[in-house]
């Protein structure tokens, strides 16, 4: 059964940015780009890691570099006390 995002925001996963740089077999020069999100946990990213197990391993596209943006979406609330009344009517 697949964990809800929601869930997996609560155990400490953020959404991960990746940028994929990686170079095309039949021609070594040019740069392709790959670009995803994922939930991941910062700093190990084994979700990540998992992925580019695959590529390295699956795809014949040769990795030039790995780009990676990181933000936890669910953290301790912000609060300030407000001096004042307010009135709903």
Avoid: C, N
Wanted: hydrophobic fraction near 40%; proline fraction near 7%.
């Amino acid at each position: 059964m697949a964990r809800s995002d929601f869930l997996m925001q609560l155990e400490g996963y953020g959404l991960t940015t990746v940028e994929v740089h990686y170079y095309l077999p039949d021609y070594p020069k040019l740069l392709q780009l790959f670009a995803f999100q994922q939930y991941d946990l910062a700093p190990r990213f084994p979700e990540l890691r998992k992925f580019l197990d695959h590529w390295r391993r699956e795809i014949e596209g040769p990795l030039h570099s790995v780009r990676i943006a990181h933000q936890h979406l669910i953290g301790p609330s912000e609060w300030r006390a407000v001096d004042g009344v307010i009135a709903i009517h």
